[in-house]
């Protein structure tokens, strides 16, 4: 997929964290993923993610995969 | 022993045992601390051969004399003089004989002192740049990117490698064989009329008499330097494996 198309994808972490009142740090701690790789996925600059990492955050955040990823149009 | 030299001894051993151990240990749980330690390994090594090329660089062009290791033509060890003869020792030699000298030699013309300091000068550019090659290596591999740039830094040293020790055979071997020539084609007259009239001639080249004698002009290519220049070629093929599988993952979560 190019970049462009990829950039298209907006991770809503920032959004769910705060609706649930977790910190980045916590979900860290939670799912296993390091603060970084959590930090690259919630500012959008993620390229791939893997379905283990899908599924440990929606459980964590109790959500499915269209509340934590949506396409933007346009 | 005296007491001096058994602490020296001791101290010395202490310190080679102390550099092993760490060195296995670094080895055994390879990670940062090995990374490191070639970092600076590397740092080291760049100085010291480029310290040790540039003072024989500088003996070659400009020193009294100069050590050269010249190839003979190997013939069997032995004395001629007309009128002696001379008993085998406990062991016959039935073939083979003394193939290689190397000697401390003064007087020698700019053409052999340039070619063996150009030698020494390929030998340290191609060393200076492989093991350059393996700090960066272990730079990248230290902020998370070993592959990148690696296939192309590795087949640029394999082919260095590769044109370099072709470089550096000829130019030391020509070297060595001029510097041979100029030492070892020694020829004289006798003055004594007796033992001339004896044998014969008033002129004799050395060689008549047993004198070592420079093999004819040949350049001896060093195969290991050559193979790892193949298994570099082939280790860069590996790398760019890598680095298609680093582009690939970069940014995966």
């Not at chain 2, 290689?100 to 000068?121: D, E, F, K, M, N």
Request: charged share 15%; hydrophobic share 50%; proline share 4%.
């Amino acid at each position: 997929m190019p970049d462009e198309e990829a950039g298209r994808i907006h991770c809503r972490l920032d959004e769910l964290l705060a609706e649930r009142g977790l910190t980045l740090t916590r979900l860290s701690e939670l799912v296993g993923v390091s603060l970084v790789n959590l930090s690259v996925l919630k500012n959008d600059r993620a390229k791939a993610i893997r379905y283990s990492t899908l599924t440990a955050i929606c459980d964590a955040l109790d959500c499915e995969v269209g509340d934590l990823l949506v396409l933007r149009h346009g | 022993m005296a007491l001096p030299g058994l602490a020296v001894a001791v101290l010395t051993i202490a310190i080679l045992i102390a550099v092993i151990l760490g060195a296995l240990r670094l080895l055994a749980a390879p990670g940062p601390g090995l990374v490191r330690t070639v970092e600076i390994a590397c740092l080291a090594v760049i100085a010291a051969v480029a310290t040790f090329a540039a003072i024989s660089i500088i003996n070659s062009l400009f020193g009294n004399t100069t050590n050269v290791e010249v190839v003979l033509a190997a013939n069997p060890p032995q004395i001629k003089l007309p009128g002696f003869s001379f008993e085998p020792g406990t062991a016959a030699i039935l073939s083979g004989g003394v193939d290689r000298a190397t000697i401390t030699v003064s007087g020698l013309s700019w053409l052999p002192r340039a070619l063996l300091a150009a030698t020494t000068a390929v030998q340290a550019f191609v060393t200076i740049t492989i093991v350059w090659t393996i700090r960066t290596i272990a730079r990248q591999t230290r902020a998370g990117k070993p592959f990148d740039r690696t296939p192309q830094l590795l087949m640029g040293c394999a082919l260095l490698l590769f044109a370099g020790s072709f470089a550096w055979a000829v130019l030391g071997d020509t070297g060595a064989y001029l510097a041979g020539e100029e030492a070892l084609d020694v020829s004289g007259w006798g003055t004594d009329q007796a033992l001339t009239s004896y044998l014969g001639q008033t002129e004799l080249n050395a060689y008549d008499l047993g004198w070592p004698e420079t093999a004819h002009w040949q350049v001896n290519l060093p195969m290991l330097p050559l193979g790892v220049a193949f298994g570099l070629a082939l280790l860069s093929l590996v790398f760019a494996a890598g680095q298609k599988m680093q582009e690939d993952t970069e940014g995966l979560i």
